[in-house]
């Protein structure tokens, strides 16, 4: 079974940087499209990025264009670093896997998640 475990998250103030990394802790699949989406309070889920399975396409969300980086390693293990960090970047960040090659940005297109992990920027 795919299980993937989200780290990284916490208590930041506004402007600072954070990392998130997120694996397949059993290392059951190869190398898939992963991607990162993120839940704000009374909000639905949305996307934020997206790599595809060797790390040479991504997608962004425009609301996090020229602050977040998502980046991988040669395995299923994903990070998005956050840079610049605001008070409406507070959510709970969901890494995804999905099945393929190519990266997408619906949410349905993953087949599994992680457990979220809460980023709350202070202002």
């Known amino acids: 079974q795919v299980q993937l475990v989200e780290s990284g998250g916490g208590l930041v103030q506004a402007g600072s940087s954070r990392t998130l990394s997120c694996t397949e802790s059993?290392?059951?699949?190869?190398?898939?499209?992963m991607g990162w989406f993120r839940q704000a309070p009374g909000k639905e889920r949305e996307f934020v990025a997206a790599?595809?399975?060797?790390?040479?396409?991504t997608y962004y969300t425009d609301a996090v264009k020229g602050r977040f980086t998502i980046s991988r390693d040669n395995s299923n293990t994903v990070y998005l670093q956050m840079n610049s960090l605001r008070p409406e970047d507070t959510a709970v960040y969901y890494c995804?896997?999905?099945?393929?090659?190519?990266?997408?940005?619906?949410?349905?297109?993953?087949?599994?998640w992680g457990q979220g992990t809460q980023v709350t920027v202070s202002s």
């Open positions: 995804a896997l999905r099945l393929g090659v190519g990266a997408a940005r619906l949410a349905h297109e993953y087949s599994y």
């Open positions: 059993r290392r059951t699949l190869g190398r898939n499209p």
């Open positions: 790599i595809n399975w060797n790390g040479d396409t």
